[in-house]
């Protein structure tokens, strides 16, 4: 392990991050889309290939999930414009913050309440699909709601999905893999809530419960499927499905965007602020959103200050080869969903020329958010979600996001921005269990 002298040394924040303060990081690796692209071996067309396999299994999520009947069998969340949260954080925290203020609400995703609804539900669609098409179970032209039907049912309970989770990617791969038929093993780390548990297991999901941290339910579940050639391993940290099925997310918002009237072009910047963990639904956000907008588009992240991979990797230059406890952080959060200690290698090489910045946000702050956004607008978002807050509540307020601003031409047109804050988790979360959050966060607030 590098010493922190050395890694202060070659990374000042660090000296910060050690401390678990708060900091506010603008990325120096940023390059133009253009040139960004040129270093990916990703494309529009992998992400619109991943698009038209959602819309294939449409039929099968409608009939599987009868609230997507609305939407025609597609899982999509609505945008929502928060002035009141805008004013609120004006007026309480000096924010400063001009344009208009957004809400992507993938809180309230149909079938598994969060953002990894996208990323999880895709990858496992997609690794049925090939197991339907390798075995002859497909006609051509068949419609995919066969996929609800007992032979198919039948077919893929011969198959198992693992997947190691904090959380909410865990109740996304369960949720789909048993609706499907498959056995489905979540391995879940201590942070993990225990209606999360309860929730999966009630759907027949096998949950595997470890003292270790994330990386050693990520570890253990790796282990206990390559011991069964009928198993199949959901990798949050490498897997470039779950990266393309987040990457979707931005041709639908672009749609949203448009219905919407909110413009995106050099006279009106976009920025998107997300919460990080091991950084699979950021980072396929991140290359969906520059695909379409490139330029146009700043996005952020936020991680808890105890559990900060991303930003750690991306400015040591070590990604996953350095962990948050290396530097005596603990990794322990109530964000649970963030709750990670190292960083995805693939998604912080993927979009270390495409990101704008990071920032990180003590616990207690996540509670005064979450009760502001429920007081002003009349939303609940989970805690983890609350932490993209942080970035709107900086990006005109602070002189490294003033400087950032001037450097990229935008401090003119500030008053035509859009932000858009990514809600990740929510809906899910019990009525005693919101109680409880509400609860500490009237403690919490000054």
């Not at 959380?167 to 489905?184: H, K, P, Q, T």
Request: with cysteine.
């Amino acid at each position: 392990m590098i010493s922190t002298d050395v890694l202060e040394e070659k990374a000042p924040i660090v000296g910060s991050l050690r401390k678990a303060e708060e900091v506010t990081w603008i990325n120096p690796l940023l390059e133009s889309t253009e040139e960004a692209m040129r270093k990916i071996d990703l494309t529009m067309e992998d992400v619109r290939d991943a698009e038209a396999r959602l819309e294939r299994f449409a039929p099968f999520i409608r009939r599987a999930f009868p609230e997507t009947e609305k939407d025609g069998g597609l899982i999509e969340s609505p945008v929502r414009e928060i002035s009141g949260m805008k004013e609120e954080m004006n007026s309480r925290q000096a924010a400063g913050l001009r344009g208009r203020l957004l809400l992507k609400m993938d809180s309230d995703l149909a079938v598994a309440g969060s953002v990894k609804a996208r990323g999880g539900i895709y990858e496992i669609l997609k690794h049925a699909e090939e197991l339907a098409i390798r075995e002859g179970m497909l006609e051509e032209g068949q419609s995919y709601e066969v996929f609800a039907r007992e032979p198919f049912r039948e077919f893929f309970s011969q198959y198992a999905v693992h997947v190691g989770s904090t959380g909410n990617l865990g109740l996304s791969i369960g949720i789909i893999s048993a609706a499907l038929g498959f056995r489905v093993y979540v391995h879940m780390s201590q942070d993990a809530k225990q209606w999360k548990k309860d929730l999966l297991r009630s759907k027949g999901v096998q949950v595997i419960e470890y003292a270790g941290d994330y990386g050693a339910a990520v570890k253990k579940g790796r282990e206990e499927a390559m011991r069964d050639p009928a198993s199949y391993f959901v990798d949050d940290e490498n897997s470039v499905s779950l990266f393309l099925g987040y990457a979707v997310s931005a041709l639908r918002l672009q749609r949203q965007l448009e219905a919407a009237g909110v413009k995106v072009d050099g006279e009106h910047p976009l920025f998107v602020y997300i919460p990080c963990g091991v950084g699979g639904a950021p980072g396929g956000i991140t290359f969906g959103l520059k695909l379409i907008y490139g330029d146009h588009v700043h996005v952020f992240y936020a991680e808890p200050v105890q559990a900060c991979c991303m930003i750690l990797g991306m400015t040591t230059g070590l990604h996953n080869e350095i962990c948050v406890q290396d530097i005596g952080l603990s990794g322990m959060t109530e964000a649970d969903g963030l709750a990670v200690g190292r960083p995805s290698k693939f998604v912080g090489k993927t979009v270390e020329h495409l990101l704008s910045g990071e920032v990180t946000v003590q616990d207690d702050r996540l509670y005064v958010y979450m009760k502001e956004l429920l007081d002003r607008e009349g939303i609940f978002i989970e805690p983890s979600s609350c932490a993209a807050f942080a970035g709107p509540a900086r990006i005109e307020k602070e002189e490294v996001c003033r400087a950032y601003l001037k450097e990229q031409g935008l401090e003119e047109r500030m008053e035509q921005a859009a932000h858009l804050v990514w809600a990740t988790g929510g809906s899910l979360v019990p009525a005693d269990v919101r109680a409880e959050y509400v609860k500490k966060a009237e403690e919490k607030r000054p």
